[in-house]
């Protein structure tokens, strides 16, 4: 009798892969085991690249939120700075200085 499929498809199939013993060589592997041939990885092959940072939805949101409230407590502020410079201007008292000049009575 032959094998069943199940025992086949357990190991990848043949083909060169990277080396599990030498960085940036490959090894080629026969299907059962590997083999003694190596070659360099060459550079025309797709190099793995790490993935990038990406900022989540969430995280972009909590930004814009942060600068919004910081835009209206520099305005609160500023409203409330030219409040008190108005408050502090109504009670300085205000002198009236009349240029009418009064009648001498020289006769």
């Not at 949101?61 to 408050?87: F, H, K, P, Q, T």
Request: proline share 7%; net charge negative; no cysteine.
């Amino acid at each position: 009798m032959s094998e069943p499929h199940s025992a086949a498809r357990a190991h990848p199939v043949a083909g060169w892969y990277a080396d599990p013993d030498h960085a940036g060589f490959l090894r080629y592997w026969d299907g059962a085991v590997w083999t003694e041939h190596t070659r360099l990885t060459s550079s025309s092959e797709p190099a793995r690249r790490e993935p990038r940072h990406r900022l989540g939805t969430a995280a972009v949101l909590g930004i814009i939120a942060s600068v919004a409230l910081l835009g209206v407590a520099l305005v609160a502020i500023a409203i409330a700075a030219e409040r008190e410079e108005l408050e502090d201007a109504a009670q300085v008292p205000i002198a009236v200085i009349s240029s009418v000049a009064t009648p001498t009575s020289e006769s």
